[in-house]
């Protein structure tokens, strides 16, 4: 079966520092992977998706990047963080067949705080 | 663009009640549209979809319908249970794509 983990579960960080934020997914090959984020008081932001290794599409100018070195591998990144990138951020992966596009599957989530 | 407009929580209702949480959305075309929730400590999880218009999606006692007329996708369960607490999100999908939109998500509490 298919499983994604996610790490950390919490971070804090001061602003100024670096960020990386890791995913992975085992049981399938060439996921579709996605890293959203929540803010407070706001909905679910989809920040990157990757259709393939190397393969990064940004869906919003920021602070942040993302990367993707290996197949099931993916990474989220800040050189240095702002106030307003805390939040909430899930890694979701799909299966990249039309039929079967619209079915995302989350991680668990990591609650950044930056202060 | 796309977006989803969904009830401010929390929601806080006693056990066995009538749930009703309330999503309305804007897009081009014929999206897709979802329930998506999030129980405490874990990761989102689809809860049900819905493809075209009239469209009912249904799962756990769950149930939402494509209305295209309103553009609306209201979630209802006939009698919550305490396990049914979390936060739900609403959200669409032009068709074909996994890139959803999602609304800010509603808390629903249940007291028994």
């Known amino acids: 079966s298919q499983t994604i983990h996610q790490w950390p579960a919490t971070l804090v960080q001061p602003v100024g520092s670096p960020l990386s934020l890791e995913c992975t997914v085992e049981?399938?090959?060439?996921?579709?992977l996605y890293w959203y984020r929540q803010a407070a008081g706001r909905g679910l932001q989809l920040l990157f998706y990757?259709?393939?290794?190397?393969?990064i599409s940004s869906e919003v100018p920021q602070n942040l990047s993302a990367s993707r070195p290996q197949d099931r591998q993916f990474i989220l990144s800040s050189k240095k963080l702002l106030l307003s990138d805390s939040g909430f951020y899930l890694c979701?992966?799909?299966?990249?067949?039309?039929?079967?596009?619209?079915?995302?599957?989350f991680g668990s989530g990591t609650q950044l705080s930056v202060l | 663009g796309n977006s989803v407009t969904q009830m401010e929580g929390p929601v806080t209702l006693s056990e066995e009640a009538f749930l009703t949480i309330n999503c309305t959305y804007t897009?081009?075309?014929?999206?897709?549209l979802f329930w998506y929730v999030q129980y405490p400590g874990e990761g989102l999880q689809l809860l049900l979809k819905?493809?075209?218009?009239?469209d009912k999606g249904s799962n756990k006692g769950f149930e939402a319908t494509y209305r295209k007329e309103t553009t609306s996708f209201h979630l209802e369960k006939g009698s919550v249970q305490v396990s049914d607490s979390a936060v739900y999100f609403c959200?669409?999908?032009?068709?074909?794509?996994?890139?959803?939109?999602f609304g800010k998500g509603t808390m629903l509490l249940v007291s028994p």
């Open positions: 979701a992966w799909s299966v990249p067949r039309r039929q079967e596009d619209e079915k995302l599957f």
């Open positions: 049981g399938t090959s060439n996921p579709n």
């Open positions: 990757s259709v393939g290794i190397g393969q």
């Open positions: 897009a081009t075309g014929y999206p897709s």
């Open positions: 819905a493809t075209k218009a009239d």
């Open positions: 959200a669409l999908s032009p068709s074909g794509y996994s890139t959803l939109t």
